[in-house]
């Protein structure tokens, strides 16, 4: 998990055509904060799930 979570705050942060401002992490609830050029603020978080 923790590689996922690294991986793809290293695609959000490269991201340049998105309008991200701030990128937040909160790693113990496995979640980002993405802040936008907008204004418009983000929540991602990260699950692992068993199917």
């Not at 923790?2 to 340049?16: G, I, V």
């Not at 050029?37 to 799930?49: A, K, T």
């Amino acid at each position: 998990m923790d590689y996922f979570k690294d991986k793809l705050f290293e695609l959000l942060n490269d991201a340049d055509d998105m309008g991200i401002i701030d990128i937040d992490t909160i790693y113990r609830e496995n979640k980002l904060i993405v802040s936008l050029q907008s204004g418009i603020v983000v929540e991602v978080q990260c699950r692992q799930i068993n199917i």
